[in-house]
């Protein structure tokens, strides 16, 4: 992976209209409604961009799938603590 990329995106874009699908959108403000917040939108090399979400507690980590659905136990490597992922 390029790391320039890592540099050049905002984890969370400005446009997420635009970038993330209908059924990522509704579920996207279906889990903000239930106390989970965006942490960053996955998009190198992806077909489809991944939102990542953080739950309530601060802990828990999901994804938000290209048909919408949520998943609360993703295959998906972080790097850092979820505890201390930072939130724009």
Do not use: H, S
Not at 59 to 86: Q, S
Request: glycine share 6%; net charge negative; with cysteine.
């Amino acid at each position: 992976m390029d790391n320039e990329n890592r540099n050049k995106n905002k984890p969370i874009p400005d446009d997420l209209e635009n970038i993330l699908n209908p059924l990522q959108l509704i579920t996207l403000r279906n889990a903000e409604n239930e106390g989970w917040e965006l942490c960053f939108v996955r998009r190198e090399g992806l077909e489809v961009p991944v939102p990542v979400i953080r739950g309530a507690d601060r802990k828990a980590i999901a994804v938000i799938e290209k048909d919408g659905n949520f998943n609360g136990y993703p295959k998906i490597r972080i790097r850092i603590n979820p505890e201390t992922l930072a939130i724009p």
